[in-house]
């Protein structure tokens, strides 16, 4: 079993930045692939990055590529979201999610076993 917290969300100008952070229980972190998603008001849940267990295989949506940085530290049971440059169509509920995996990274929330509650980001133009 493994419950998720996130943290890290709030209101910020387009061009900023913020870091979501997952807070992870258990001690078998490391054995669990990670992943963002987000869900906009009256739109699905959408992916937006994966990693690795090892924190060695990230991979993004075409929307986020070059502006937000998935990366886990495995020794805090935390992963993270940096996310710079941000657009008012970044504004969603975040969710981190897990899923027991030693593969590279899942894709598919359907794949994924425990969700985090959700932190709440909102970008102003």
């Known amino acids: 079993q493994v419950q998720l917290v996130e943290s890290g969300g709030g209101l910020v100008q387009a061009g900023g930045s913020l870091r979501l952070s997952c807070a992870a229980s258990?001690?078998?972190?490391?054995?669990?692939?990670m992943g963002w998603f987000r869900q906009a008001p009256a739109k699905e849940r959408e992916f937006v990055a994966a990693?690795?267990?090892?924190?060695?295989?990230?991979y993004y949506t075409d929307s986020v590529k070059g502006r937000f940085t998935i990366s886990r530290d495995n020794a805090k049971s935390t992963v993270y979201l940096q996310m710079n440059s941000l657009k008012p169509e970044d504004t969603a509920v975040y969710y981190c999610?897990?899923?027991?995996?030693?593969?590279?990274?899942?894709?598919?929330?359907?794949?994924?076993?425990?969700w985090g509650q959700g932190t709440q980001v909102t970008v102003s133009s």
């Open positions: 258990g001690r078998t972190f490391s054995s669990y692939a």
């Open positions: 990693i690795s267990w090892s924190g060695l295989y990230t």
């Open positions: 999610a897990a899923v027991m995996y030693y593969g590279d990274y899942v894709l598919d929330s359907l794949e994924y076993d425990y």
